[in-house]
């Protein structure tokens, strides 16, 4: 096989049915490999926060970087392209020629399933960011997946839900990043959204894959639908969708491809056309250097990585609020740590952000690592949706987890066919993508032993639910039957059985053993399993604790300390692709926990690990907040470095944070009304809202403090006929070094002839300032980029004349300094 692929000789070549097989995945994660004519398989891998390759079940490690969100919160371009430089690194690890990522989506309001994965509420800063992990993904030749091309906003039906957008804030808001990223990094490929725009699914729309992103556009990369994605044959080859993903394909079937070829429904000039961009894919992934059929590995889990992600970790931690200076906190002081989210984890959301990570550094082992103390801790309240994993709880000859033993028959058979045996960590176990060269289908069945060692006398509570049969045995008596009786209910990613929960009491030092015998997805007696491959099972456990005790024992340990970091959030069953979150109120008792802890201790730090932004009905009460994200691997030690000021916080935010839900310009239009979402609040998203009606947020889009401080002057503006220049000094007003962001904003002339927003992020630079040191600044801006709206009756953007005002400063509701340019001829003008 040739590493160089010849790919006008091969169109020449194929067969229609070979061009057929390659207009699909062969599997979850493969091209269709042509074998007689030298084309192989190349491998694709989700990478929103790290590369996980090709399994979720028994996945191979790997680096797990902070979330869009956090990404987004540096607002440090050179450090994205050096995030996308170790994805590709990681890529090569596991195989995978093609990244799937970054995710582009814009952040309507906060309730978004996955908006955790994007960069911002704001396009500017979404689509440089975008452009900036491309780039350092393609440096090295591994292709990027720019997704999910568009309105992709939120998940409530969302394969179905129409996406209703005018076109002035398609433009302006939803496929501006879109453009950016294109723009300046020119990625090899973009996946289509789930969704309709406007009535057609994106995944078939020639207005918006054909007529903007090939000839408005010019760009050439291949199109690959979402899993499952794809709702037609003709209108996607028509419309421009060169690849159907996953396979085997469940609409491009060969021989209905074929017949709709034969039958000149489909142009075969068409088809060469999308099958020329897989072949163009394949021979750019070639040249990568990575082996087709590659192993995965875990062998980039090295100290570089680690710093890495510590480092961009640490980058994007905000520091919100910080009265009296109680941050940075001093090492001498007793701290204790308290909340459910400090020795949990919270590294990524749910869904295909989610992976196995090489390690996970939670809060309290950062902070414990400053201290030569032992760290008091609390949970204070739990805010688990289904109770704990209890493989996590568990042993199984001596080690942490529990015996998996895989057959081909069911428990009640005499004889059993062993296919597989292996240790597990989790009895939270996604199987879809189980396969094995003795199974010929979906069909087999998994029994699992383990022990439970009771720490303390008291009920401990047991759950199941399943997309397949769950039996779960306590000292071989059958203690929850999730088989016999099943009601179906939604989950995440489609359904599940309702399940059961049950409790048992437990004498200190008790060991029950327990059996679970699982039968995949076909054995589901509820319905028809909605998913590809083997299901999933969930059995969890938790000791059952009355809120009141674990607040009475947060209470007891804040009274002690001298200060204390109080870890809340959300975490993956909160925020997770496959759904939309109801409220923005922290789940569980977290909020009468920051109430109470105040009430013996005033000294509190409240760190919040989410995605997106919660409501902080406290927030007058606590002197210090912190914003930690979806973080990574590295977060508890990046908080920590945060919170004892090795590193000062250079964070801003990436989207506003409302006073309450009812606030922000979603709030009555962000769900699917009969398969309809209209976006009624137009471009007028995040601050441009809240700046119009001027309502303030809780923290506005931008904020971010330092335990430095900063000034800014002498701001002057200059415009090319291309280019707008503003240059701004930074001083640096305290003793320690500082990094700054500052933030160009631009308002439109009073004679606009349409609505506009008061002012909108243009351009934006992070520099590093030595104590009592000045920077100056400059940032440069395309004029046409900084001057237009888009003109939705002449479909074209439209640069007005008249006078401009250019504000700097370092949030959107900062002081800003105020400088004009003046154009004196409008233009309109296409492309990019």
Same mark, same amino acid.
């Given at each position: 096989?040739?590493?160089?692929?010849?790919?006008?000789?091969?169109?020449?070549?194929?067969?229609?049915?070979?061009?057929?097989?390659?207009?699909?995945?062969?599997?979850?994660?493969?091209?269709?490999?042509?074998?007689?004519?030298?084309?192989?398989?190349?491998?694709?891998? $989700?990478?929103?926060?790290?590369?996980?390759?090709? !399994?979720?079940?028994?996945?191979?490690?790997?680096?797990?970087?902070?979330?869009?969100?956090?990404?987004?919160?540096?607002?440090?371009?050179?450090?994205?392209?050096?995030?996308?430089?170790?994805?590709?690194?990681?890529?090569?690890?596991?195989?995978?020629?093609?990244?799937?990522?970054?995710?582009?989506?814009?952040?309507?309001?906060?309730?978004?399933?996955?908006?955790?994965?994007?960069?911002?509420?704001?396009?500017?800063?979404?689509?440089?960011?975008?452009?900036?992990?491309?780039?350092?993904?393609?440096?090295?030749?591994?292709?990027?997946? *720019?997704?999910?091309?568009?309105?992709?906003?939120?998940?409530?039906?969302?394969?179905?839900?129409?996406?209703?957008?005018?076109?002035?804030?398609?433009?302006?808001?939803?496929?501006?990043?879109?453009?950016?990223? *294109?723009?300046?990094?020119?990625?090899?490929?973009?996946?289509?959204?789930?969704?309709?725009?406007?009535?057609?699914?994106?995944?078939?729309?020639?207005?918006?894959?054909?007529?903007?992103?090939?000839?408005?556009?010019?760009?050439?990369?291949? %199109?690959?639908?979402?899993?499952?994605?794809?709702?037609?044959?003709?209108?996607?080859?028509?419309?421009?969708?060169?690849?159907?993903?996953?396979?085997?394909?469940?609409?491009?079937?060969?021989?209905?491809?074929?017949?709709?070829?034969?039958?000149?429904?489909?142009?075969?000039?068409?088809?060469?056309?999308?099958? +020329?961009?897989?072949?163009?894919?394949?021979?750019?992934?070639?040249?990568?250097?990575?082996?087709?059929?590659?192993?995965? $590995?875990?062998?980039?889990?090295?100290?570089?990585?680690?710093?890495?992600?510590?480092?961009?970790?640490?980058?994007?931690?905000?520091?919100?609020?910080?009265?009296?200076?109680?941050?940075?906190?001093?090492?001498?002081? !007793?701290?204790?740590?308290?909340?459910?989210?400090?020795?949990?984890?919270? @590294?990524?959301?749910?869904?295909?952000?989610?992976?196995?990570?090489?390690?996970?550094?939670?809060?309290?082992?950062?902070?414990?690592?400053?201290?030569?103390?032992?760290?008091?801790?609390?949970?204070?309240?739990? @805010?688990?949706?289904?109770?704990?994993?209890?493989?996590?709880?568990?042993?199984?000859?001596?080690?942490?987890?529990?015996?998996?033993?895989?057959?081909?028959?069911?428990?009640?058979?005499?004889?059993?066919?062993?296919?597989?045996?292996?240790?597990?960590?989790?009895?939270?176990?996604?199987?879809?993508?189980?396969?094995?060269?003795?199974?010929?289908?979906?069909?087999?069945?998994?029994?699992?032993?383990?022990?439970?060692?009771?720490?303390?006398?008291?009920?401990?509570?047991?759950?199941?639910?399943?997309?397949?049969?769950?039996?779960?045995?306590?000292?071989?008596?059958?203690?929850?039957?999730?088989?016999?009786?099943? !009601?179906?209910?939604?989950?995440?990613?489609?359904?599940?059985?309702?399940? $059961?929960?049950?409790?048992?009491?437990?004498?200190?030092?008790?060991?029950?053993?327990?059996? *679970?015998?699982?039968?995949?997805?076909?054995?589901?007696?509820?319905?028809?399993?909605?998913?590809?491959?083997?299901?999933?099972?969930?059995?969890?456990?938790?000791? !059952?604790?009355?809120?009141?005790?674990?607040?009475?024992?947060?209470?007891?340990?804040?009274?002690?300390?001298?200060?204390?970091?109080?870890?809340?959030?959300?975490?993956?069953?909160?925020?997770?692709?496959?759904?939309?979150?109801?409220?923005?109120?922290?789940?569980?008792?977290?909020?009468?926990?920051?109430?109470?802890?105040?009430? %013996?201790?005033?000294?509190?730090?409240?760190?919040?690990?989410?995605?997106?932004?919660?409501?902080?009905?406290?927030?007058?009460?606590?002197?210090?907040?912190?914003?930690?994200?979806?973080?990574?691997?590295?977060?508890?030690?990046? @908080?920590?470095?945060?919170?004892?000021? $090795?590193?000062?916080?250079?964070?801003?935010?990436?989207?506003?944070?409302?006073?309450?839900?009812?606030?922000?310009?979603?709030?009555?239009?962000? +769900?699917?009304?009969?398969?309809?979402?209209?976006?009624?609040?137009?471009?007028?998203?995040?601050?441009?809202?809240?700046?119009?009606?001027?309502?303030?947020?809780?923290?506005?889009?931008?904020?971010?403090?330092?335990?430095?401080?900063?000034?800014?002057?002498?701001?002057?503006?200059?415009?090319?006929?291309?280019?707008?220049?503003?240059?701004?000094?930074?001083?640096?007003?305290?003793?320690?070094?500082?990094?700054?962001? %500052?933030?160009?904003?631009?308002?439109?002339?009073?004679?606009?002839?349409?609505?506009?927003?008061?002012?909108?992020?243009?351009?934006?630079?992070?520099?590093?300032?030595?104590?009592?040191?000045?920077?100056?600044?400059?940032?440069?801006?395309?004029?046409?980029?900084?001057?237009?709206?888009?003109?939705?009756?002449?479909?074209?953007?439209?640069?007005?004349?008249?006078?401009?005002?250019?504000?700097?400063?370092?949030?959107?509701?900062?002081?800003?300094?105020?400088?004009?340019?003046?154009?004196?001829?409008?233009?309109?003008?296409?492309?990019?």
């Amino acid at each position: 096989m040739t590493s160089e692929l010849d790919v006008d000789e091969i169109l020449h070549r194929l067969t229609l049915k070979e061009m057929a097989t390659l207009l699909s995945l062969s599997d979850f994660w493969h091209t269709a490999e042509v074998p007689r004519l030298g084309i192989p398989a190349i491998r694709l891998s $989700d990478g929103p926060n790290g590369v996980r390759g090709t !399994k979720f079940f028994r996945g191979v490690p790997a680096a797990c970087l902070t979330s869009g969100t956090g990404m987004g919160a540096t607002f440090n371009t050179d450090l994205l392209v050096e995030a996308g430089e170790l994805m590709a690194e990681e890529a090569r690890h596991k195989g995978a020629h093609v990244v799937l990522g970054p995710t582009c989506n814009m952040q309507r309001g906060p309730l978004g399933g996955r908006g955790f994965e994007s960069f911002s509420e704001d396009p500017v800063l979404s689509g440089m960011a975008a452009a900036s992990v491309i780039q350092g993904i393609q440096k090295s030749g591994i292709a990027a997946t *720019i997704k999910h091309f568009v309105c992709n906003d939120l998940e409530d039906e969302r394969r179905s839900v129409n996406s209703i957008v005018s076109e002035r804030a398609l433009r302006e808001i939803y496929l501006l990043p879109f453009q950016l990223a *294109i723009k300046h990094a020119n990625p090899r490929c973009l996946m289509t959204a789930y969704n309709k725009v406007n009535g057609e699914h994106a995944s078939q729309s020639k207005g918006l894959l054909t007529d903007v992103l090939r000839e408005e556009w010019g760009w050439d990369g291949l %199109v690959m639908s979402d899993w499952f994605g794809v709702y037609s044959v003709k209108a996607a080859i028509d419309a421009g969708l060169d690849l159907e993903c996953p396979g085997p394909p469940v609409v491009r079937k060969i021989d209905t491809l074929v017949h709709e070829v034969s039958s000149r429904e489909v142009a075969i000039t068409v088809v060469h056309d999308r099958v +020329r961009r897989v072949l163009e894919l394949v021979k750019h992934a070639l040249k990568s250097g990575v082996p087709v059929d590659g192993k995965e $590995d875990a062998e980039n889990n090295t100290a570089e990585t680690a710093a890495f992600a510590r480092r961009l970790a640490s980058e994007a931690v905000v520091l919100l609020k910080n009265e009296g200076k109680l941050l940075p906190l001093k090492p001498a002081a !007793k701290i204790a740590v308290v909340g459910p989210n400090a020795k949990f984890a919270r @590294i990524f959301g749910g869904g295909s952000a989610s992976m196995t990570p090489y390690y996970a550094v939670d809060i309290y082992s950062g902070v414990q690592s400053k201290v030569d103390y032992a760290v008091p801790y609390a949970l204070g309240c739990s @805010i688990e949706k289904n109770l704990l994993d209890l493989g996590k709880l568990s042993v199984y000859d001596g080690k942490q987890g529990v015996r998996c033993r895989i057959y081909k028959e069911p428990a009640d058979c005499p004889q059993r066919t062993l296919i597989d045996e292996f240790h597990l960590d989790s009895t939270k176990l996604s199987l879809f993508d189980y396969k094995n060269a003795q199974l010929e289908g979906n069909l087999f069945f998994m029994d699992f032993e383990g022990e439970l060692h009771a720490e303390e006398a008291c009920e401990y509570e047991f759950g199941v639910c399943c997309l397949g049969t769950t039996l779960l045995f306590l000292n071989d008596e059958l203690f929850i039957d999730d088989k016999t009786h099943q !009601k179906l209910r939604k989950g995440g990613m489609g359904v599940c059985t309702v399940g $059961d929960v049950r409790a048992r009491h437990l004498e200190k030092g008790e060991v029950v053993r327990f059996r *679970i015998e699982f039968g995949s997805a076909p054995t589901l007696r509820a319905g028809d399993a909605d998913a590809d491959g083997g299901g999933f099972m969930h059995v969890t456990a938790m000791k !059952k604790e009355r809120e009141d005790d674990l607040i009475a024992r947060a209470r007891e340990v804040a009274a002690a300390a001298d200060c204390v970091v109080l870890c809340l959030g959300t975490s993956p069953d909160w925020e997770s692709e496959g759904f939309d979150r109801t409220t923005m109120d922290l789940p569980g008792a977290q909020d009468r926990l920051v109430e109470e802890v105040l009430s %013996v201790n005033r000294n509190v730090v409240a760190v919040n690990l989410s995605g997106t932004p919660v409501a902080m009905p406290w927030i007058d009460q606590v002197p210090a907040v912190v914003q930690g994200w979806f973080n990574g691997m590295e977060s508890g030690n990046a @908080i920590a470095d945060v919170l004892f000021g $090795d590193v000062n916080p250079s964070g801003k935010l990436s989207l506003s944070f409302p006073r309450r839900l009812e606030d922000n310009p979603a709030f009555l239009t962000f +769900r699917s009304n009969k398969g309809e979402v209209v976006y009624g609040e137009d471009v007028f998203v995040g601050y441009r809202y809240y700046d119009k009606v001027g309502r303030p947020p809780l923290f506005a889009f931008g904020h971010g403090l330092s335990y430095t401080s900063f000034g800014l002057q002498n701001l002057a503006v200059s415009i090319t006929q291309t280019t707008l220049v503003a240059t701004v000094d930074v001083t640096n007003q305290g003793d320690i070094p500082g990094k700054e962001v %500052v933030q160009l904003y631009v308002s439109p002339p009073e004679t606009s002839e349409v609505e506009r927003p008061k002012k909108e992020l243009k351009g934006f630079r992070k520099v590093l300032v030595q104590p009592h040191a000045t920077e100056t600044v400059s940032i440069e801006v395309p004029l046409r980029y900084a001057s237009s709206y888009f003109d939705a009756e002449r479909h074209q953007w439209s640069v007005e004349k008249g006078e401009y005002m250019v504000l700097v400063g370092n949030s959107s509701a900062s002081p800003l300094l105020s400088a004009k340019y003046e154009l004196t001829k409008a233009e309109f003008w296409t492309g990019l």
